[in-house]
């Protein structure tokens, strides 16, 4: 080890700091840090980290924020997701955003609305920013909880959701929105090269490849009326083209690959998919069979379940055994098709023909079936696996181990007693990632079971529970938890009103909490239910002395 720590002093800080322009901070700091003072102060002085903080440990985020200088940030990834909850307030706990002053990225993740409302307020302070992302294109129960849906269509004038400052708008090269944008500023005054919207009217569309002359990448989805798209416009500089539309009525040479030939001559990429029915689906295909499309742009299309579509881009990545790809397309061998397969859904054990997957992350198992027969599926790959039932489950557990990259899997069958005595023999330490349904019988013998059975998760996701002293017990008992998310089922009282106030007091009581640092999000699941949601995100714990 000596002889190494000697080597890195030996490498000039151009060479290290050119290694780091490869690596998240996180990446940094846990491979090189405190290696020795040489290497320290190179990254004291590097000045241009990358901030991803999505799905990150709370103990990791709390070091990053202590170690790394704001003003050396050039790139930052926030998220409030459920494996981070509340990560944004208390980001800002410990910064301004003004102390971002080589902040050229930023990317929002299911940010909460507080913290929403803050950023685009006070954007006009990052003036170096020149990329801009906002994902909030699944408008989930958090975010309609917490007014999102309100917010975003009170700030915006149609389709909407978001409006920019227009001083921020001029200065960004690349803007994703999973929503809507309220363009208040003109079109011809904005520098964008890059733009992606999730939720886009044909007028916007016109408007942007009118005006917009200089974006050379575009992905837009349209809603609402599409009757008038055949009077799109074309970019001279647009070179990377995706374009999707929900639903496509009349209109029919908008499915015609000649006049897509017109529009797409001066495209690099160009991918599309559109909802709609077609009769004559062969005479449509032929459109596309030609020549430009095949030899010059190597450019292939299907049409599947009332959708035309470019593969391999929006090929299907979920998929029900037995699996029969389309036989309207024009791409001359179908092997594309069984790669894009990502998540396979097994409903009946027989006719089982999988030979051809090859790339399956994600297995549901629907029925009864022996894990023998799963042999036919190169499991190599296979990261999650979901099971409908509690059949036939011990033997499923039993070959967890044979399944080495494995680490996820859910239980959607309501467990029992009996399923605890079943696999008291599985015990499997693989598994890092555990999505349960609970019984309300005997819950604690089943809860103990668990813990017993899993030893190593750390991320739990539980529904539903009755009663707090189970919450408690189960961030108690798997030691290594990092974050966690219980539905909790109870009635509305004073106390629970409080818990939206001080969401740390619905989990008071554990005890491994009580040394270490962890932020907790209390939500109600509907106004009209007595389900709520707390969402964990666990520290690194003190060890008591």
Request: include cysteine; charge should be positive.
């Amino acid at each position: 080890m000596p002889h190494s720590i000697d080597f890195l002093e030996q490498l000039p800080i151009e060479l290290l700091h050119t290694t780091f322009d490869y690596l998240w901070a996180n990446e940094i700091i846990y491979s090189f840090y405190n290696i020795n003072i040489y290497i320290n102060n190179i990254i004291h002085t590097y000045s241009s980290y990358r901030f991803n903080l999505q799905s990150i440990r709370k103990s990791h985020f709390d070091n990053i924020c202590e170690i790394i200088k704001v003003n050396r940030v050039i790139s930052l990834r926030l998220s409030d997701d459920d494996s981070t909850p509340n990560q944004s307030k208390f980001f800002f706990a410990y910064f301004h955003l003004d102390q971002f002053i080589r902040l050229r990225s930023l990317s929002l993740f299911d940010i909460n609305i507080d913290s929403l409302k803050f950023i685009i307020s006070n954007l006009n302070q990052l003036n170096q920013l020149r990329s801009l992302s906002i994902h909030c294109n699944s408008i989930n129960k958090k975010f309609i909880l917490q007014g999102i849906h309100n917010y975003l269509n009170d700030t915006q004038s149609k389709f909407g959701l978001i409006t920019i400052p227009s001083n921020v708008l001029i200065q960004l090269i690349r803007l994703n929105l999973g929503c809507g944008l309220n363009f208040e500023e003109h079109l011809q005054s904005l520098n964008l090269r890059y733009l992606t919207l999730e939720k886009c009217d044909i007028q916007t569309l016109q408007m942007i490849l009118s005006t917009m002359t200089q974006l050379i990448f575009l992905n837009i989805c349209l809603t609402g009326d599409t009757s008038s798209i055949s009077h799109v416009p074309t970019s001279s500089s647009l070179r990377w083209l995706t374009l999707k539309i929900n639903e496509l009525i009349g209109k029919r040479d908008l499915v015609n690959g000649n006049r897509w030939k017109i529009l797409s001559k001066d495209l690099i990429k160009f991918n599309f998919k559109f909802h709609v029915k077609i009769i004559n689906i062969n005479s449509i295909l032929d459109s596309f069979r030609n020549s430009y499309w095949l030899l010059n742009k190597r450019w292939y299309v299907a049409y599947d379940n009332q959708c035309l579509f470019t593969v391999p881009y929006f090929a299907p990545i979920l998929t029900h055994s037995p699996y029969n790809p389309t036989i309207y397309s024009t791409i001359p061998d179908n092997t594309i098709f069984y790669d894009q397969i990502k998540h396979l859904v097994i409903s009946k054990p027989e006719n089982i023909m999988l030979n051809h997957l090859h790339n399956v992350d994600e297995l549901t198992i629907e029925c009864s079936i022996f894990p023998e027969l799963l042999s036919i599926v190169n499991l190599n790959r296979l990261k999650h696996l979901k099971l409908a039932s509690l059949d036939n489950i011990e033997l499923f557990l039993m070959h967890l181990n044979s399944i080495p990259n494995l680490s996820k899997l859910s239980i959607n069958g309501n467990l029992t007693v009996d399923f605890i005595e079943y696999t008291k023999s599985c015990r499997t330490k693989q598994i890092r990632t555990l999505e349960i349904v609970t019984s309300t019988e005997d819950l604690s013998y089943i809860i103990e079971g668990l813990i017993y059975l899993f030893p190593q998760i750390e991320h739990l996701r539980i529904s539903t529970i009755h009663s707090r002293k189970h919450i408690i017990r189960l961030i108690d008992g798997f030691e290594y938890l990092l974050n966690a998310s219980f539905v909790l089922k109870c009635s509305s009282t004073d106390m629970n009103k409080r818990w939206f106030l001080k969401p740390g007091l619905s989990i008071r009581e554990v005890r491994r909490l009580n040394n270490g640092t962890f932020t907790c999000q209390f939500d109600r699941l509907s106004t009209d239910s007595s389900l709520y949601e707390i969402n964990l995100w666990i520290g690194e714990q003190a060890r008591k002395s």
